[in-house]
C-alpha cells in the first residue's frame, strides 16, 4: 500500500526558515513524482510543484518560484519543502501526493500525505 | 497557466437527489482531468481520472464526462456522506497543474 506520512504541525514567525517532510512508503519512493499541494485557511487547493526523487528535477508554479525549494533525501525515502524566510501569507495547510502510476508527463495524483498545517505569525 | 473554473460555488442537494457539477478550462485539455472531494480536515480524495473513469473504491453513483473545456461531474443519487468540497484539476501536457476553486456540496 502506497502511503505518505508527513511530518507534523509547525508554528514559525515570520522570517524564519522552515522545512517540513513527506516520508513514501510501500512503493519505489525514486521512481515517481512527488507533488506539493498548498491550502490556505478556507481556500481551494493549489498546486506548488514537484519533485523527481530519481534525479530532484523539479518543476514550481509560478506563482511560487523562487519562495519555496524542494529537496529529497533517497536514503530515506523522504521529500522536503522548505521556506528560507518564512511570511505570515505562507500560514497554510501543505499536502504532498504521488501517483505510482505516471512515469510521464502530468498526472492527477491517488496517493496524498496526512497534510502539514504552518502557521506563520509574529 | 490553464484557469479552471467551477460552477455553481455552492450546491444544496436533497439526499436522492442528482447533483451536477460543472468544470471549465480556459483552454482544451483533453480529458487530462480530475475531479477530487475533500472533506473537512481531510486531505483530497481522487473520485475520477480521464475526465470520466473512476478510481479504486469509488461507488458507481459518481461519473465523469466532458472532453476540451467543459467537464461535469455527476452524483446520480446524493447519499448523506457525499458532503464535501469538490475539486476539478488539469493535468495536460506541461506544468503548472491547475485546480478550480471548488463547488461545495451541501445536504439539504
Known amino acids: 500500500e502506497v502511503q505518505l506520512v508527513q511530518s507534523g504541525a509547525e508554528v514559525k514567525k515570520p522570517g524564519e526558515s522552515l522545512r517540513i517532510s513527506c516520508k513514501g512508503s510501500?512503493?519505489?519512493?525514486?521512481?515517481?513524482?512527488i507533488n506539493w499541494v498548498r491550502q490556505m485557511p478556507g481556500k481551494g487547493l493549489e498546486w506548488v510543484g514537484r519533485?523527481?526523487?530519481?534525479?530532484?528535477?523539479?518543476s514550481y508554479s509560478p506563482s511560487f518560484q523562487g519562495h519555496v525549494t524542494f529537496s529529497i533525501d533517497k536514503s530515506i525515502s523522504t521529500a522536503y519543502l522548505q521556506w528560507s524566510r518564512l511570511k505570515a501569507s505562507d500560514t497554510a495547510m501543505y499536502y504532498c501526493?504521488?501517483?505510482?502510476?505516471?512515469?510521464?508527463?502530468?498526472?492527477?495524483?491517488?496517493?496524498w500525505g496526512q497534510g502539514t498545517l504552518v502557521t506563520v505569525s509574529s | 497557466e490553464i484557469v479552471m473554473t467551477q460552477s455553481p460555488a455552492t450546491l444544496s442537494v436533497s439526499p436522492g437527489e442528482r447533483a451536477t457539477l460543472s468544470c471549465r478550462a480556459s483552454?482544451?485539455?483533453?480529458?487530462?482531468l480530475a475531479w477530487y472531494q475533500q472533506k473537512p480536515g481531510q486531505a483530497p480524495r481522487l473520485l475520477i481520472y480521464?475526465?470520466?473513469t473512476r478510481a479504486t473504491g469509488i461507488p458507481a453513483r459518481f461519473s465523469g464526462s466532458g472532453s476540451g473545456t467543459e467537464f461535469t461531474l455527476t452524483i446520480s443519487s446524493l447519499q448523506s456522506e457525499d458532503f464535501g468540497v469538490y475539486y476539478c484539476?488539469?493535468?495536460?501536457?506541461?506544468?503548472?497543474?491547475?485546480f478550480g476553486q471548488g463547488t461545495k456540496v451541501e445536504i439539504k
Open positions: 501526493a504521488t501517483n505510482v502510476d505516471c512515469t510521464t508527463g502530468l498526472c492527477y495524483d491517488d496517493s
Open positions: 510501500g512503493y519505489s519512493f525514486t521512481g515517481y513524482w
Open positions: 519533485i523527481h526523487p530519481s534525479d530532484s528535477y523539479t
Open positions: 483552454q482544451s485539455v483533453s480529458s487530462n
Open positions: 480521464g475526465a470520466s
Open positions: 484539476q488539469q493535468y495536460n501536457k506541461r506544468p503548472p497543474k491547475t
